[in-house]
């Protein structure tokens, strides 16, 4: 998957169309809403009530059982590290502190990363933009279909969403959606 077809597909599940060329590196953060951005995808973890808890002089809001999450490569990642990454593409071994309330919130301006050491590891995953998982297809097509009517299969395959997606993984998820006009002759 291209970064510009997951950009988009994390902004899409956000509900903020700013979010994707922020991701991308084409907008600074002055263009993204202020207010919290409660992600619609993957949720994971404990809603609890937010709270305050002290760390050494530091009153801190606790809310780290909540983890917004996007299934992307078979991985489950972490919705604000993977929007660091792609856009920032940190050096340094690090975690993401959301610093608002709200719960699931993604608003990258709501997070702040923490350094946890200055040494780069091999432990990260690397990313192969360019592959895809039938979970990840099933996802555009959801988009595709949710802002665009496509009539054919050529309208199918040359959508920019669907760009490099595998017609391998399209057309059994078009066929389990009763699709089949769309399915290549
Ligand atoms: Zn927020």
């Known amino acids: 998957m291209k ?25 600074e953060k002055e263009t993204l809403p202020t207010h919290c951005l409660p992600w619609q995808g993957m949720r994971e973890g404990l809603v609890i ?33 993977l929007i660091k990454i792609l856009r920032d593409d ?3 071994k690090f ?12 608003n990258p301006l709501h997070w702040e990363m923490v350094v946890t ?19 990840d297809v099933e996802e555009m097509l959801e988009i595709l279909f949710t802002e665009h009517n496509p009539k054919n299969w ?6 920019p969403l669907m760009h490099g997606a595998p017609p391998a993984l399209i057309v059994p998820i078009l066929k389990r959606w009763h699709k089949n006009h769309l399915c290549p002759n």
């Not at 050529?154 to 959508?159: G, H, L, P, R, Y």
Request: hydrophobic residues 35%; positive net charge; aromatic residues 6%.
């Open 95 to 106: 975690r993401m502190r959301k610093i608002c309330p709200t719960p699931f919130c993604v």
């Open 154 to 159: 050529d309208e199918v395959i040359n959508a």
């Open 49 to 81: 009530r937010p709270r305050m808890v002290r760390v050494g002089f530091e009153l801190r809001m606790r809310t780290s059982a909540q983890v917004s999450r996007i299934r992307f490569q078979g991985q489950k990642h972490q919705v604000n590290r």
């Open 117 to 135: 050491t200055t040494v780069l590891t091999q432990e990260e995953p690397t990313m192969d933009l360019d592959e895809w998982t039938s979970q």
């Open 3 to 27: 970064k510009e077809t997951l950009a988009k597909r994390i902004a899409q599940k956000a509900g903020c169309p700013e979010l994707g060329p922020y991701i991308l590196g084409l907008t």
């Open 90 to 92: 940190p050096q340094e």
